[in-house]
């Protein structure tokens, strides 16, 4: 086996491999951009080689420079992970050339899948089924056309250069064929440098089924069961699952069968992946090749119990494949979802900046967390804005939904937009639980994947309210000599009926509350209404009581800007520091002992209707009277103390019920 490889990569994947490789014993060499020095793929490989500036382009696709790092620091082989390098024909030479084992297919087979219509001509030979349509090197507008309505429609042209869902269009009618193809030829002349087309039957509600392959470098394949990734949106992955709803075990068998077949066609080695359109009908279709370990692998390695970067390791350095089809078995199913620093709210415009609160779920045989990043990152704008991949296992579907959901409910993100609501809304969608799956289901399903918040606003603020006190308290306590009688500024644990001010911005909304603290107990003032609220905050976890009704969340506040987490949503406001003084409540008095003194005079009792500036209790000190008045309008509830009792500053004297606002 090999003793040290070089990693061409960054984040979750080169994060990924690097586990792998270590549990194997082998070194690991990683190479990273300036952008990259602090990254959690350079702090894991055993060494790490700076290879230039942020931009791709002059980093991780600089096959030159890497290849030189792997001759000089003795790597024996190169892991390309996915994307950058990872089917680039001529890095793969290029290792060659250089005596350096490529971990992935031969050159000329990621040059096989390169072209759209060679590669339906090598899977047609194959006898892998294909959309019914033309691939062939005629492309004048009259065969095309004779070939359109052999087809019939609707049906797709698409680019023999494109991919990934570029250079499609939908064609309806043979009377629109003739504008449609000069359209697409033009479109793709510009975009590909290669106006040539296909054309094939529009399937109207396929879904995306892929086949994960391998092979070893004696000619042997096999196939480890399907993934279904029809989730997507403009054919980025969303949500991923092993195996595909619904799939019969014969459809199964014949496509993972048709699947290995096309990986023989084209003498394939290592880890690949054959993409199938699936239709209603159960019959499927070949669609590409992708020469590579895939973003969604995990769910494979979930249900079928196996290393996929183990095997590739294995199959590069020449020992057969760990199994044998009939020893691939099944349990269970998994899910993926892919988290993304991005505003599902901007149409999923790429969000940026700093991940300055970072919590995940715990890692168990349920649940596996992939990430290339911690606590305090940067998410750039250089590089794919994935954040992590979060997998889930269990034994039913259903079952692996509900871990799903919670498992994004302790997904905490505080400083880059991300997709965590979304993905929740997706996961818990019925819709999706019915396996109800299209490759037009984001589309389909847009009102309930953009959900209102689950939290009332009122009780968001006052949960805000409580966070920000508890806070305080807690930095306030931490700050302070414990034996000084000046440490603490407020007094807040006086039990003291001082009402303090809190203005929160959520969205455009400046909302202003009003807090009394009493006996660890607060009342809390919003828009009209009054929340009685018990709260206590351990670090980052707020348990809180309002009105009778226990929540319990997360949440971060970092200068002004305060994030809670409440069933995979997310609630953020503003923190005025400008109120961030103590007020007295109506302006006039306190019914707390404002010194040391003696009770002269109580002047009411129990029961009393009282109005604001009412004189309550006279205390006198150093020769002098003080009125302590009513703070609001009220009922007095209770009286601490009687005439001639000696008090000492900041005692409670006398309890008052406001009366003037209704208590929600
Ligand atoms: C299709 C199709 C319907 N009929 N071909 C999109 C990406 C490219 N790899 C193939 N794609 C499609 N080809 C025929 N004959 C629908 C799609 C398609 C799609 C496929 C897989 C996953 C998501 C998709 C979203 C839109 C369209």
């Given at each position: ?128 089924p ?76 396929p879904r995306h089924v892929e086949i ?14 399907e ?28 496509m993972?069968?048709a699947a ?14 054959v993409e199938f359109l699936y ?5 499927f279709f070949f669609m ?377």
């Open positions: 086996m090999f003793s040290k490889i070089l990693i061409a990569n960054r984040g979750e994947i080169a994060c990924r491999i690097i586990q792998t490789a270590h549990r194997m014993g082998i070194r690991v060499v990683a190479v990273y951009s300036d952008a990259d020095a602090d990254a959690r793929h350079v702090a894991m490989a055993d060494e790490a080689f700076n290879i230039g500036p942020a931009p791709s382009s002059e980093s991780y696709l600089r096959s030159d420079k890497i290849i030189e790092i792997a001759k000089e620091s003795g790597a024996q082989a190169i892991h390309p992970g996915y994307g950058f390098l990872s089917e680039n024909t001529q890095f793969a030479e290029a290792c060659e050339a250089n005596d350096i084992v490529f971990i992935g297919p031969p050159s000329s087979a990621i040059a096989a899948m390169g072209s759209k219509s060679a590669a339906k001509a090598i899977m047609e030979k194959a006898g892998v294909l959309v019914p349509g033309y691939h062939g090197d005629d492309q004048s507008p009259e065969t095309l056309r004779a070939e359109a309505e052999k087809c019939g429609f609707p049906l797709l042209l698409k680019a023999v250069a494109g991919g990934g869902g570029k250079g499609m269009r939908v064609v309806e009618r043979l009377e629109d064929f003739d504008d449609a193809l000069a359209a697409a030829k033009r479109e793709s002349k510009n975009a590909f440098g290669n106006p040539d087309m296909l054309i094939e039957r529009y399937l109207t509600q994960q392959v391998f092979c070893d470098q004696d000619g042997h394949g096999v196939y480890l069961a993934r279904d990734c029809s989730v997507q949106r403009r054919h980025q992955k969303v949500l991923e699952e092993a195996p595909a709803p619904g799939l019969s075990e014969e459809t199964r068998k014949a993972g069968e290995v077949k096309a990986a023989q066609a084209i003498n394939y080695v290592g880890a690949g992946t239709d209603v009908d159960g019959s590409e090749m992708n020469t590579r370990l895939q973003v969604e692998h995990p769910v494979t390695e979930m249900v079928t119990g196996q290393d996929l970067v183990e095997w590739q390791l294995k199959v590069a350095w020449g020992e057969p494949l760990p199994l044998e089809q009939s020893q691939v078995k099944t349990r269970g199913h998994a899910l993926e979802a892919r988290i993304y620093a991005e505003d599902p709210d901007q149409d999923f415009l790429p969000a940026t900046g700093n991940l300055r609160y970072l919590s995940t779920p715990d890692e168990s045989v349920h649940v596996r967390v992939d990430t290339g990043v911690t606590e305090g990152d940067e998410i750039s704008i250089h590089y794919d804005p994935m954040i992590a991949k979060l997998i889930v296992w269990d034994e039913t579907r259903d079952q692996a939904i509900n871990r799903m959901v919670q498992a994004l409910e302790h997904y905490r993100i505080a400083g880059v937009k991300t997709n965590i609501r979304f993905l929740h809304a997706l996961a818990d969608a019925q819709p999706f639980r019915e396996a109800d799956l299209t490759t037009g289901f984001i589309d389909d399903h847009r009102e309930l994947l953009f959900p209102k918040s689950k939290l009332d606003t009122h009780k968001a603020l006052v949960l805000a309210a409580g966070f920000v006190l508890e806070q305080r308290k807690s930095r306030e306590v931490v700050s302070t000599d414990p034996w000084s009688p000046f440490g603490r500024q407020n007094s807040w644990r006086m039990n003291s009926e001082y009402a303090q001010p809190l203005k929160l911005q959520v969205g455009e909304d400046i909302h202003e509350l009003k807090v009394l603290e009493r006996d660890d107990r607060y009342q809390v003032h919003v828009g009209g209404s009054v929340y009685n609220l018990t709260s206590r905050l351990d670090d980052d976890y707020l348990q809180a009581v309002i009105n009778g009704h226990r929540i319990s969340i997360h949440g971060n506040l970092h200068n002004d800007k305060l994030v809670l987490f409440y069933e995979g949503d997310t609630f953020q406001c503003t923190v005025y520091r400008e109120t961030y003084g103590l007020e007295e409540m109506a302006g006039e008095g306190s019914l707390s002992a404002p010194m040391n003194g003696a009770v002269v005079a109580i002047q009411a009792k129990v029961g009393d209707t009282v109005t604001a500036g009412q004189t309550l209790v006279i205390m006198e000190a150093m020769k002098m009277e003080h009125a302590i008045k009513a703070p609001a309008d009220g009922v007095v509830t209770d009286i601490f103390f009687a005439e001639g009792d000696q008090v000492s500053e900041g005692a409670d004297l006398i309890a008052i019920e406001a009366s003037d606002e209704e208590v929600a």
